[in-house]
């Protein structure tokens, strides 16, 4: 059976504007291109959309935006996570209500020597049982310090409402137990896209990644070399990608995925305080980057 969240799917930024309130013009102008790409659909309020620094009210608010802009045949996920069961149970029912058609929960971390494998079970399966719409796990440890380990995933994924995880490691042992040990029907999604053509051979049904905002198409022509098992076409587009996969990833993070994004034409604004803009440099190597992969033209040729 076909997960039901499988393809490639972009977590999407939240654009400020320069007084730091949301651009909800600019929000709508983003989802409209990248409407008209190939991806299979967008998640709001992930890691790169500065979840945690926003505000309840502003999330909901962004959820509702983004929803009014994406075609209901298009499938838009919402990050719920929060440090409480509570909060997240909350945070996850208003997502609902607003029309999303699952959510994306992160692992609580703030108390790291009490997330204990029992801890997550009760967490994610409370949330679970209190969501009208699907929960997909999140395991993003460069910024929680938490794992989610293969037993608790497998564990969790028994229950009917929990149906997949995004991985955003590149712990491709890990993945594969994940893949092993879940059904069929269970989306395993790539959260690296410096590892994407090992965590696709691994089993991963898509993937949520930054770098699909900015090269929608390749990314997505990657994943599809993998599944007719063109792999050395593969591994070379891999190759290609990997300067910019590593730039808007670990290496600048937001604030270089935003940097990219506004040389693209998208509007994306600077990062929320205590996020910094990238200094000019970086800018210059981004544009680089984009240059190198014939796309900055593409895109002025899109937006003209």
């Not at 719920?80 to 058609?101: L, N, W």
Request: proline fraction near 7%.
């Amino acid at each position: 059976m076909t997960p039901r969240f499988a393809g490639v799917f972009t977590p999407i930024v939240t654009p400020f504007q320069s007084d730091g309130t949301i651009d909800e013009a600019g929000v709508r102008r983003n989802v409209a291109r990248w409407m008209n790409t190939q991806l299979t659909g967008l998640v709001v309020l992930g890691s790169n959309g500065e979840a945690p620094q926003l505000e309840e009210a502003e999330a909901d608010w962004m959820i509702d935006i983004v929803r009014s802009e994406v075609p209901a045949q298009r499938p838009l996920i919402a990050g719920t996570g929060r440090e409480s069961t509570k909060a997240t149970i909350a945070a996850t029912k208003r997502a609902a209500a607003a029309g999303v058609d699952a959510v994306l929960v992160r692992t609580p971390s703030f108390f790291k020597p009490q997330m204990t494998a029992d801890v997550f079970e009760r967490h994610y399966l409370e949330v679970a049982e209190a969501s009208s719409v699907p929960v997909l796990l999140y395991n993003v440890t460069v910024y929680t310090g938490v794992n989610l380990s293969p037993d608790v995933v497998a564990t969790l994924a028994g229950h009917p409402n929990i149906v997949g995880i995004k991985e955003s490691g590149g712990d491709i042992a890990q993945i594969a137990e994940y893949v092993s040990r879940t059904p069929d029907d269970f989306s395993v999604l790539a959260g690296s896209a410096t590892t994407l053509v090992h965590a696709l051979c691994a089993g991963c049904d898509g993937a949520i990644l930054a770098l699909a905002a900015l090269v929608p198409r390749e990314v997505r022509g990657l994943a599809e070399l993998v599944a007719e098992g063109r792999l050395e076409e593969a591994r070379a587009l891999q190759r290609r990608l990997m300067p910019l996969a590593r730039a808007v990833g670990a290496q600048y993070g937001v604030p270089g995925l935003k940097a990219a994004l506004e040389l693209m034409g998208f509007a994306a604004g600077a990062p929320r305080p205590p996020l910094m803009p990238v200094a000019p440099g970086i800018i210059d190597t981004l544009r680089a980057q984009l240059d190198a992969l014939g796309v900055i033209e593409k895109a002025s040729i899109l937006q003209n």
